[in-house]
């Protein structure tokens, strides 16, 4: 499994950035597909996550009202939308995915994925 990720950049505060991250060399057409951060020295977490092929999805209440997920399933592609960003949204993005359930709850640092992207860097200043 390859994630492809793309998106990441610059922004001031209060601006919007689109993260997009395709699922390659897969035969999965369906799994848990999402996003974690990682600032620096602090601990990663959760952002959002969806059921790809599906309708089921959940962001983070730390960013929930100013992030939403979205997919293409045909395109096997997730998207995040990142409204109203803050200095605090500054960090390492990656894509995530699993074959099997979402397995993600209230602690977002401890949603669980088989899968990881390269990373793309939001920096919000």
């Known amino acids: 499994v390859q994630l492809v990720e793309s998106g990441g950049g610059s922004v001031q505060a209060g601006g919007s950035l689109r993260l997009s991250c395709q699922v390659s060399?897969?035969?999965?057409?369906?799994?848990?597909m999402g996003w974690f951060r990682q600032a620096p020295g602090k601990e990663r977490e959760g952002v959002a996550a969806?059921?790809?092929?599906?309708?089921?999805?959940h962001v983070a209440d730390s960013v929930k009202g100013r992030f939403t997920i979205s997919q293409d399933s045909a395109k096997k592609t997730v998207y995040l939308q990142m409204n109203n960003l803050k200095p605090e949204d500054t960090a390492m993005y990656y894509c995530?995915?699993?074959?099997?359930?979402?397995?993600?709850?209230?602690?977002?640092?401890?949603?669980?994925?088989?899968?990881w992207g390269q990373g793309t860097q939001v920096t919000v200043s």
């Open positions: 995530v995915f699993d074959s099997g359930p979402c397995k993600i709850g209230n602690d977002a640092t401890r949603w669980e994925f088989t899968h």
């Open positions: 060399r897969s035969t999965y057409s369906v799994g848990c």
């Open positions: 969806t059921w790809l092929g599906g309708t089921t999805a």
